[in-house]
């Protein structure tokens, strides 16, 4: 039997290409893209890469071998090597990826300023399957430099028709989806909406299932995230980072359901980490959404403040942990990102929050890193289940090659795990000089475990966030 993991965004456009983007931030003139396959099982995998154009027509198509319990990468992508095909310069569209074995993959994507092939950054994880609606929480025009454009990818066996259905109550549609190629919508470029507009989206298609990969392109940082094919009544955010040697984190909860809600957001320092424990409660109107976590850490100007209903956080204060929606008295369905952001440092990443009852007692990370050409990792592993893991319980196993040949390394927490509670482990110095390899982090049988994973580099726009997957 085979599965089949899917890419919904562009994974290298040209300038001409891209001329909405391009046009409204002239500074990202071009994108190029990788991507890393994990197998999970035991024996080696055979994989099949297609290549699909936006109009459905298949660019091309490659066959590789991944090991038993290891990943392989592929970058560039138009020369690949020997695994049978390379995709064309300038190819813009999406990737499904056919696999005998259960797999994991990610994508990390480069934006070019026209001379520094990686003025931005960014990662997402790759899809297992669709739905036939999807809602994207934060959408941008014009916003303080900050513009969203997002793809659409058809994951089923019939075309697809889609429509978009904005906060502000315009829609946009696309038709005639075929199977594996992705529409695309640039904000810049719908007329509809105002400057300056800040909202959110549902997507609909009923004859047909999709997968949606968002990206929101600033004068200087790129960040990108997941549409969502469900909520959850309390979603989990496994990394918070508040006044981190200049890191600041905003979280955007959307409000999926049609009554008003009171959302109560718990954050818990990570084991060894600094920070307070603290609450925030907020009212997300039904079909909203409202940011959490970055007007209470930091003395921004809140320009949402009347949805503010309580927060004993302390602005100011250093905090690295997770956050967790504890309390949601009305209910209703809610997704949520988290935005990371150095403005100092012109870094910024988003990764999507977890729904918790998708935990299990193994969350895999397809790309680990130490000092790999200047970039290393840190994964960040929280306990959802309702019993504490003892430290020597979970046990992360790192596989790989660096400088010195083929590694593994294991690492457990400091402390034990209590519910709730976060483990950040940081991979720099701790591997081999060029070290490149994945990661399986497992608890008892039974426990529930989220994850995900920052990539970090040089100067410029070079950090990357991704989700681990629960396999």
Not at 122 to 149: D, H, I, Q, R, V
Not at 222 to 246: H, I, Q, R
Not at 327 to 350: C, D, F
Not at 464 to 471: D, H, K, R, S, W
């Amino acid at each position: 039997m085979k599965t089949a993991v899917r890419f919904s965004i562009a994974l290298a456009l040209v300038f001409a290409l891209l001329l909405g983007v391009s046009v409204a931030r002239a500074d990202l003139v071009s994108y190029n893209s990788g991507f890393q396959v994990q197998n999970l099982e035991a024996s080696d995998a055979s994989i099949t890469i297609m290549f699909y154009n936006r109009n459905g027509t298949v660019d091309t198509s490659v066959t590789d071998t991944v090991s038993a319990n290891s990943s392989n990468t592929y970058f560039p992508l138009t020369n690949i090597g020997n695994e049978g095909g390379s995709v064309s310069t300038g190819f813009d569209g999406s990737v499904v990826i056919a696999s005998d074995k259960k797999v994991a993959a990610i994508t990390n994507i480069l934006g070019s300023d026209g001379s520094n092939p990686l003025a931005y950054g960014e990662s997402y994880s790759g899809f297992t399957g669709g739905s036939n609606n999807a809602s994207l929480p934060l959408l941008m025009k014009g916003n303080y430099g900050y513009n969203t454009w997002f793809s659409v990818q058809n994951v089923g066996s019939v075309n697809a028709d889609i429509t978009v259905n904005y906060s502000d109550g315009t829609t946009a549609t696309a038709t005639g989806v075929m199977p594996g190629a992705a529409a695309k919508f640039e904000q810049a470029n719908e007329a509809f909406h105002v400057a300056g507009w800040v909202g959110s989206a549902v997507v609909d298609s009923p004859l047909s299932p999709i997968a949606i990969s968002a990206l929101e392109v600033g004068k200087t940082t790129l960040f990108a995230y997941n549409g969502f094919g469900s909520g959850s009544t309390d979603p989990v955010m496994p990394l918070v980072n508040e006044n981190n040697a200049g890191y600041i984190t905003g979280i955007q909860i959307q409000n999926l359901g049609g009554t008003d809600t009171d959302v109560t957001v718990s954050y818990a320092p990570g084991a060894g980490q600094p920070g307070t424990a603290c609450t925030e409660q907020r009212t997300i109107p039904a079909g909203e959404s409202v940011s959490f976590a970055l007007y209470v850490f930091t003395s921004f100007t809140d320009p949402n403040s009347s949805s503010l209903i309580s927060e004993n956080c302390t602005a100011g204060a250093t905090f690295v942990g997770s956050g967790a929606v504890t309390a949601n008295t009305a209910g209703q369905e809610l997704v949520a990102i988290v935005n990371q952001l150095n403005p100092g440092g012109n870094k910024g990443a988003a990764y999507n929050g977890f729904d918790p009852a998708t935990g299990t007692d193994t969350v895999v990370f397809p790309l680990i890193m130490d000092r790999n050409y200047g970039y290393f990792t840190g994964f960040n592993v929280v306990n959802v289940g309702g019993s504490t893991i003892a430290k020597a319980d979970l046990v992360c196993t790192v596989t790989g090659v660096g400088a010195g040949g083929p590694l593994t390394a294991t690492f457990n927490p400091p402390t034990d795990l209590a519910s709730g509670a976060g483990w950040n482990q940081l991979n720099l110095m701790t591997l081999d000089d060029k070290f490149v390899g994945s990661a399986s982090c497992s608890g008892p049988a039974g426990s529930m475990l989220l994850g995900s994973v920052n990539e970090l580099g040089g100067t410029g726009d070079t950090l990357f966030v991704y989700e681990g997957t629960n396999p």
